[in-house]
Structures are given as C-alpha cells and as structure tokens.
C-alpha cells in the first residue's frame, strides 16, 4: 500500500512499487487527466507535478511518490472551477483533440510557478518536450501569455 497527496488529499493505493504512476492514477484511482502517449517520457502527455515539479508519470515508480504531494490537471481547479491557466486555454481554443493539453497544462503550471511573467521564447522553451500532432503550439503559447497576463 502507497500513500502519497493527490489533488490536495491523502490517497492509499495498493499497487506494486515498480508500477509507473500514471497507470496508478488512470487504474487504480480513476483519476484520468494524464495520458498515457508514448510509454517513453518523451511526449509530455502524461505530465504531472510532483512537489510543484513537472514529472512524466509514465516513468516514475509509484513508490517514489510515497508521502510526497502530486498533482494532476484536476488539481488545479479553485473552488470547481477552471484555473486561470485552465481558462485561458479555452478562452484561446489552446486544443484541436486535446490529448495533449493536460500535459501542456501541466508543464506551462509549473513555468508559471517559477517564472510569473515569462516571454514568449520561455514558454517556448518551457514547452519544447510536449508534443502536439494537432500542431495547436502557437494557441497553446498564447493561452499561457494570457494567463501570465490575468494572474
């Protein structure tokens, strides 16, 4: 049994220690926001924070977030509604097939934590190892300005 902070509230799940954490959350605790894209940490679908810090769920063991904090595009919800990155990126239409958002999302939370007014080359760079097939990057760059900007 693996306990760690998901969202905010303590979780236990009972899995094996070498289970990739994002099977965890999808399977065992239905908590479906990340995606799983190419099994490799490579595509940035799969993206949460750990610690405030962007992880690939698809590659970290379960059992290295015992008692840490983790969090998913769920958690950054205020009060059941959109975040004002989450917001921004419907305001832009930041999505085609959206598979990829979640991990876009993610990532750009974390640039944000650390840098509040980033330029438009940061959130390039911030954003290089998420992929997106749709080829929404342009829209995805402006929802996370905006969202600097609202903030």
């Known amino acids: 049994m693996i306990s760690f902070k998901l969202n905010g ?5 009972d899995a094996p220690d070498d289970a990739p954490l994002l099977f965890v959350l999808n399977n065992d605790l239905g908590v479906n926001g990340a ?31 015992a008692g840490r904090s983790v969090v998913t595009l769920a958690g950054l919800t205020e009060n059941g509604k959109p975040s004002k990155l ?3 990126f419907i305001d832009e ?9 979640s991990g876009m999302i993610m990532q750009a939370q974390a640039l944000l934590d650390r840098n ?24 995805v760059v402006r929802a996370v300005l905006r969202a600097a900007k609202e903030a």
């Open 86 to 88: 989450q917001q921004a």
């Open 35 to 65: 995606k799983f894209g190419c099994g490799k940490s490579q595509c940035g679908a799969c993206t949460v924070l750990i610690e405030g810090e962007p992880a690939r769920s698809c590659s970290i063991k379960v059992s290295s977030v």
């Open 93 to 101: 239409q930041a999505a085609q097939c959206g598979y990829c958002t």
């Open 9 to 13: 509230r303590e979780v236990k799940a």
């Open 116 to 139: 509040p007014n980033p330029t438009d080359a940061d959130v390039r760079s911030a954003l290089n190892g998420n992929l997106c097939r749709c080829g929404s990057h342009n829209r």
